[in-house]
Structure formats: structure tokens, C-alpha cells
């Protein structure tokens, strides 16, 4: 049985904090009905570093990515970005929703332009431009998303996201809803984004793979009311090859810290 313990490994970015939670917890009440999500969260997420949050469905991890979005408040703890408290949203911090959020009666360039009004219009089209161009899309930017594939969807949601050019990318899933093979190009191409523009990323998954192929560290998070249960360190250059007996035992670890023995 691995032994899971996170090693101490050089980090391929800053260790400068870039995101703290402290002893965070929250309790919705409702009609009476009280109801525990999150138990003393405690984390710090490096400048620039990839963290996946992994957990069962419905343990809290998408209320923990809310918290640090700033949509809603802890009941207890706190939540700090550069040393600030998160109080409210804040256009630093890009939340990609679970449900495809692209615009369907835009284009894609206007769809990666929704947000830079406060630009002028020569660096508007130079943005828009650039970002078409990273993900993929030449040649479709007067194409409305219902003409994209699920995975050209995603891809220009990551665009929109990155054009505003945030500090922090908060994923909620947003592969889910694609089939295997897309999401395996989707996993490749967002690594390949996250290299290029080293933004900190939060990813929310429950796809114990998906993780391990991604992930600087994997928060293992517990059933509901979630706690942190280990933060494991992946210490595997990317691309990873998911075949190697470091990412096996990486990832058949996580299958047995939440109880789980993976059988092939």
C-alpha cells in the first residue's frame, strides 16, 4: 500500500502564496433544516500552481470553489487572494461553470471580447486574436456556438476566460459533460494553456485520472460535511504518461485514501 505521503519536490512555480482558506466552514440553513457542506478547510495554492479539489459528487467542492470566487460567504474562517479577504467576485478570479457558459448569440470573437469594453478597439482584436489563435479556433471566429462541437465550446469559454486576463482560473468540472476521447484532448489542450500563461488554476473533478493527469497536488477532499483529507504532491513532468509506475501508484493511492480499491 502506497504510503501517499506528499514529497517534497521542487515546484515548477513560485511559492509565493497566492490563495489562502483558514479553517473555513460553511452551514446552509434552510426551512428549519441545517445542513453541514464544509469542516474546517484549511489551504494555500502557490502563484501559479495547478491544484485539482477531488471529491465525491456532493461533498462540497463546488461550494469551496464558490467561496473562493467570492459567491458566497464562509460561516466561519476566512478566504484571502494576495493576501486580501474575498468579500464579492472579483474579475481577477475567472469562474468556468460546470454548464457550458459560452453566449449563444454571440460569435466566438465576440463571445472572447464580452469582457474587454474598458479596452481600446486595436487591443480588443489583439486579444481576441491571440486567444483564437492559442485555442485552437482560427478560422471560426464569426461561428456561433451552436455550430461548435462540445469541445470547441469548452475551448472558447477557456478563451473568453483568459482574455480578460485574470489572475485565477476556478473550474467547476468542465469536461463533464464531453465524451472520453474529447476529454482527453481537453485535458492536453488546457495543460498546454496553463504552460503558456501560468495562471493559478483551482479545478474541481471527481475523476480520480483527470487529477492525476493534471494536477501540480491533488486535494483529497472527504465525503460531505468535506474536509481535507491529504493533499497529494504529483511529482510527474508533463506530458505524463499514463502508464508509468509513478502515475499507477500516484493514482491507485487516491483510489485507496477514499477507500476505493481500482480494478481494471
Known sequence: MSSMQPIAAPLPFTLKTKLSVDRVSMVFE??????????????EVGDGEFVCLLGPSGCGKTTLLNAMAGFLSPTSGE????????????PRRIFVFQERGVFPWLTVEGNI??????????????????YVKMVGLQGFEKTYPQELSGGMKQRLEVARALAVNPDMLLLDEPFGALD????????????????AERKTVIFVTHDIDEAVQLADRVVVMSARPASIRQIVNIDIAH?????????????????QQIGLAHKV
Open 180 to 195: 472520453s476521447i474529447t476529454r482527453l484532448v481537453m485535458r492536453g489542450e488546457l495543460l498546454r494553456i496553463w504552460e
Open 79 to 90: 478566504i484571502k487572494v494576495d493576501g486580501e479577504a474575498v468579500r464579492r467576485p472579483n
Open 30 to 43: 434552510r426551512d428549519g433544516n441545517r445542513t453541514e457542506v464544509l469542516n474546517n478547510i484549511n489551504l
Open 239 to 255: 506530458p505524463r504518461d499514463i502508464s508509468a509506475p509513478r502515475y499507477l501508484e500516484l493514482r491507485d493511492g487516491i483510489f
Open 113 to 130: 471580447g464580452f469582457g474587454l469594453s474598458k479596452v481600446t478597439k486595436a487591443e480588443r482584436e489583439q486579444r481576441i486574436a491571440y
